[in-house]
């Protein structure tokens, strides 16, 4: 069996423990919110996201940083959030090689001693409450003020969100003022753009002069004055011209400066020892970028460049789109929405497309290497917004994909995260290029929800697939459905499909079917239970006439209808992973995935399964482009192998017929899989959501449980060990539980993958046998690109 996943760029430079929350998601914490406006305290919520830098030259793989972002449901519209480090300690003795195995390395806090202290609760899976973060200085006045009710210790900040971490070292603070202006000493570094659709960056300044520009775009209806324009921008800045604490200072710093984001993953880039930084192989430049509710795209620094490298988590950059900055003045006031009671912002995960020309762990932009980050805005909007981050103390705007660029008309939320990929388009080298899909269609038409927030009715936006220049922007080929203007005529970049009638909120899983160095397929399921495969034929195996392009041979097909109406109203909001196996009708690529509705994971209707779908005929190269077409695998066709297989005897499994594949039902009342699943050594590993009843309680938290499963990818059958054990025999089972709440993905970690949140008699790594390196893809200079 060989892993396939080109698409996952080396550069990306994190994994994670548990995803952000999506779509209408943190519904599931909306009752402790609402409650918390009563009698009873917040509830500071952690979905224990935690990002790890990896490629880092000379770094010791046995101690890893991680970033956990924390937020805190509110009852208003604008909500807080924070991102805090704790260290990673691998076990001291490996789980390589053994199934099933899970061992006790420590995920641990501030300082490091011998034996570290742990910093992750056994209980709940988050940080512990009087657990010290790695950049918090525990002096400082909101660590050393503290709430007992909510088992806060002073001098600690632990899973508090608005006490220490990256929050406590936004510029200004601590000292009590943010600054005015960037020019300003210690002042944040804050900038937008002159004008919507322009690269002209400017800073973001709460001056007079600076209303000239920014009046239109932050009161677009023109109805505050000059001076409450004014107001508006000192509290983007951090101060709290609108006396938040009710204290009569209007110069102060706000109470708490970063906002929730809750969908943002933290992309952490090493950037290695950058000549002239001051940093070392010992001690990596570490950049670490993530969006937020209040709309801005932060840039913050891991360590300092000292000799002992010691904790920054310091805010050196941020930037908001002047479309962002017309809903600053109903958060800043906290006014309340027509619809909903949220407000979004920029609030997508980002990720990069990283070229270190000569592979020596370095991003030195004088010597032509690069580093270009991606970001949008999820439920915040219909942006894509590109940056060009390959000197970190000079970052530059580079270009934003909207509904009103041309040729995007039927992009929707985006969702998508986009996917770096390089294709031959006939260019001396593989051009790189990105990779999404339309997105979500769903939000509010007035008191009315809309797409699939609505209902499970045919959709007109976000039944898309886009490949652009990730240099430029410039779009190479999208496939669309129907949309809600004629389409002008098909041509080479443009391919119409009739039956892609359903909005894509999934990013695609991108492949190189052949293994010759170049992407050359990808997969995705939409949000009406589809499963497509897209083509990316590569110019040079392909006979073209002169001038013609590869991308007029480009196909998208149906590879499986999965979907249906009432508990049949699948979804998928998570990509699949991909494999290239074979069985006893010969080799098949083999696609994972698993469906729930991310959008309403308290749902109970839909009845939700994990798929195995065979792929045949075609495995390692890419379908001709006048092959026949090939029927779509059905949900009825595929071996139901949930309770035949779900047994303690593998000689007691009927494996029945399973030339398309299988599926396996979630069994928990309303369970639905929230993640992509993982597939290694022939098994799959995925983890789930259970939503439960609302809680009748005074102080109700977050209800549910999450679940990871451990499967056969033959057959389905159960290889996890028993809750309690160590080895999966004499008895496995289909899953174990993880804890409260909606846990997420289970990641790859050294010679393991990490389960985000287990109870107090198991350890958190879980050994994959024969998997002791998980790299990604570098890309060689002069072969790889241009």
Same mark, same amino acid.
């Given at each position: ?184 000493? =210690? ?60 204290? =009569?200072?209007?110069?102060? $710093? ?7 984001? &809750? ?15 001051? +940093? ?40 908001? &789109?002047?479309?962002?900055?017309? *809903? ?7 006014? &309340? ?36 980050? +991606? ?5 915040? /909007?219909?942006?894509?917004? $590109? ?18 660029? &041309?040729?995007?008309? *039927? ?66 080929? !999208? $496939? ?44 995705? =399921?939409?949000? /009406?239970? !589809? ?82 779908? !065979?792929?045949? =005929? ?37 494996? /029945? ?5 299988? !599926? ?31 809680? $009748? ?79 990604? +893809? ?9």
């Amino acid at each position: 069996m060989r892993r396939l996943i080109a698409g996952r760029d080396w550069a990306l430079c994190l994994l994670l423990l548990a995803p952000p929350l999506m779509a209408d998601d943190i519904d599931i914490y909306r009752p402790a919110a609402q409650a918390s406006s009563g009698s009873c305290p917040g509830l500071s919520a952690s979905l224990v996201a935690a990002a790890i830098p990896l490629g880092a030259a000379g770094r010791n793989r046995a101690l890893q940083d991680m970033y956990f972002n924390l937020f805190q449901p509110g009852a208003g519209v604008a909500w807080h959030g924070n991102i805090k480090k704790l260290r990673w300690l691998a076990p001291v003795v490996a789980a390589a090689g053994v199934e099933g195995l899970a061992t006790a390395g420590t995920i641990a806090q501030a300082p490091l001693t011998d034996p570290p202290v742990a910093a992750i609760s056994p209980v709940d899976g988050q940080i512990l409450p009087d657990a010290l973060t790695f950049w918090t200085d525990p002096a400082g006045a909101d660590v050393l003020a503290f709430n007992p009710e909510l088992g806060e210790v002073p001098g600690r900040d632990g899973r508090s969100v608005t006490r220490g971490g990256a929050g406590q070292q936004v510029p200004g603070f601590l000292s009590g003022s943010p600054g005015a202006s960037n020019d300003e000493p =210690g002042a944040r570094q804050l900038f937008t753009l002159a004008v919507e659709g322009g690269a002209e960056v400017q800073p973001l300044n709460a001056a007079t002069a600076s209303l000239a520009l920014l009046g239109p775009v932050l009161d677009p209806a023109g109805s505050l004055p000059g001076e409450q324009q004014l107001a508006v921008l000192r509290w983007l800045r951090g101060l709290d011209s609108f006396d938040a604490d009710s204290d =009569g200072d209007y110069l102060e $710093a706000r109470p708490w400066l970063l906002a929730d984001a &809750p969908h943002s993953r933290p992309l952490a880039i090493s950037y290695g020892a950058r000549p002239g930084s001051g +940093y070392r192989v010992d001690n990596p430049d570490i950049r670490l970028f993530f969006g937020g509710n209040d709309g801005f795209f932060h840039m913050l620094r891991n360590t300092h460049a000292d000799l002992g490298g010691s904790e920054s988590g310091r805010e050196t950059w941020a930037f908001i &789109p002047p479309s962002l900055l017309r *809903q600053q003045a109903e958060l800043a006031m906290q006014l &309340p929405l027509a619809t909903g009671d949220h407000r979004y912002g920029l609030d997508g995960e980002p990720v990069a497309h990283i070229l270190d020309r000569d592979r020596d762990g370095v991003i030195d932009a004088a010597r032509g290497d690069r580093a270009w980050v +991606y970001i949008g805005q999820r439920r915040g /909007g219909s942006n894509l917004f $590109a940056f060009d981050m390959s000197d970190p103390d000079e970052p530059l705007y580079k270009w934003r994909i909207g509904r009103d660029t &041309p040729g995007f008309g *039927q992009l929707a939320l985006t969702f998508s995260t986009p996917r770096i990929a390089h294709l031959d388009l006939g260019e001396v080298a593989p051009t790189p290029v990105l990779i999404f899909a339309g997105g979500y269609h769903g939000g509010w038409n007035g008191e009315e929800r809309v797409g699939k927030d609505g209902g499970d009715d045919a959709d007109t936006r976000g039944n898309a697939i886009y490949v652009v220049h990730a240099d430029t922007g410039a779009l190479i080929w !999208k $496939a669309v459905g129907p949309g809600e203007a004629p389409l002008s005529q098909a041509g080479d970049d443009l391919l119409f499909v009739p039956e892609m009638t359903d909005s894509i909120p999934s990013p695609l899983t991108v492949i190189d079917a052949d293994r010759n160095g170049v992407e050359d397929r990808a997969y995705v =399921g939409d949000s /009406g239970g !589809k499963v497509w495969r897209l083509d990316l034929h590569e110019h040079g195996q392909l006979q073209l006439a002169a001038g013609a392009a590869a991308t007029g041979r480009w196909g998208l097909r149906l590879l499986a209808n999965l979907g249906g109406s009432g508990a049949a109203d699948r979804r998928f909001f998570h990509a699949p992973d991909v494999v290239q196996s074979r069985d006893a009708q010969g080799d098949y690529d083999g696609v994972v995935i698993v469906s729930g509705n991310r959008a309403a994971p308290a749902d109970t209707r839909v009845r939700d399964y994990a798929y195995l779908l !065979k792929d045949r =005929g075609t495995a390692g190269a890419p379908v001709p482009v006048d092959a026949a077409p090939v029927a779509a695998i059905t949900h009825a066709q595929l071996a139901d192998v949930s309770d035949s297989c779900a047994v303690a005897n593998p000689a007691d499994c009927d494996l /029945g017929e399973l030339s398309a594949g299988w !599926k396996l039902a979630l069994q928990g009342g309303g369970e639905k899989g929230l993640s992509t699943p993982l597939v290694s050594n022939g098994s799959i590993v995925f983890t789930s959501y259970v939503p439960a009843a609302p809680a $009748a309680q005074d102080c109700p938290q977050a209800p549910g449980r999450s679940r990871t499963y451990k499967l056969a990818l033959r057959d389905g059958a159960p290889r996890m060990a028993p809750a309690g054990s160590l080895q999966p025999q004499p008895a496995p089972v289909p899953y174990r539980e993880l804890g409260p709440g909606l846990r997420g993905d289970v990641v790859p970690l050294q010679s393991g993958l990490l389960l985000p949140g287990i109870d107090a008699a198991d350890a958190q790594l879980l050994g994959v046998p024969g998997r002791t390196v998980w790299r990604a +893809y570098w890309r060689q200079e002069g072969v790889d690109e241009p």
